[in-house]
């Protein structure tokens, strides 16, 4: 079992830029979350797909958007990168009626000059 | 809104000793789950126990035991035994129980970084 995969693990983009981040979720699992981590904070959850909808968002703008898969992987785009958008992005997978815990992946460290 | 505290950025442990990580939070839900997440340098998030707040028993696993005190919204996490593989950083976290399902969003604290000695 390969568990979350994200991709890249790494990035460098300039402020103005627009980024894509993908997840494969752990197999079985149909529910993936999105979550932002500055350096030394806990993470910060931007939103949820199930079915291939937004089901929760968190407190942040709309340059932030996803989108899922019918295969249930998830892409998450933010649009007119800031400084402050530089962060790790962290993936979780679930199971939606299913008392099982969120599996995270290694995440992508976004970094914005 | 719930929110997650963390007042101990830093704490530090000789091997083979024990541990404990504090964590208050605050709802006003009756029904939710509380997480300990260990996060190495690996960047992965790797649960290592969790409580259901209905449950008055402490959630134990191996070496890891939690003190969960309800009224006053406390969670602290001990480690017994500590060792050198321990080191990390420990976040607590808090998720509503949406009627017993795995759905929902985790609020996470600030993390407690912890330093094992050999």
């Known amino acids: 079992d390969a568990g979350v995969t994200q991709s890249p693990t790494h990035l460098i983009k300039t402020r103005g830029q627009q980024v894509t981040l993908r997840c494969s979720p752990k197999?079985?699992?149909?529910?993936v979350s999105w979550y932002q981590q500055a350096l030394g904070q806990g993470p910060q959850f931007i939103f949820q797909y199930y079915e291939e909808e937004e089901r929760q968002r968190g407190n942040f703008p709309d340059r932030f958007s996803g989108h899922q898969f019918p295969n249930y992987s998830s892409e998450l785009n933010v649009n007119a990168l800031l400084l402050g958008d530089s962060a790790l992005y962290l993936c979780a997978s679930s199971v939606t009626g299913a008392p099982t815990e969120a599996f995270f992946g290694q995440g992508t460290r976004l970094t914005v000059v | 809104a719930q929110t997650v505290t963390q007042s101990q950025p830093e704490m530090s442990v000789q091997e083979a000793e024990t541990v404990t990580l504090s964590c208050t939070y605050d709802t006003s839900e009756s029904d939710y789950y509380l997480f300990w997440y260990k996060q190495p340098p690996s960047r992965q998030m790797i649960l290592v126990i969790r409580q259901e707040a209905y449950k008055q028993q402490n959630a134990t696993e191996n070496r890891f035991s939690v003190n969960f005190q309800k009224a006053a919204k406390s969670f602290s996490l001990k480690i017994s035994d500590s060792q050198l593989g321990d080191a990390a950083m420990y976040f607590c976290a808090y998720r509503w129980d949406a009627g017993g399902t795995s759905y929902g969003k985790l609020t996470f604290g600030q993390g407690t970084i912890l330093t094992v000695h050999p």
């Open positions: 197999s079985g699992h149909d529910t």
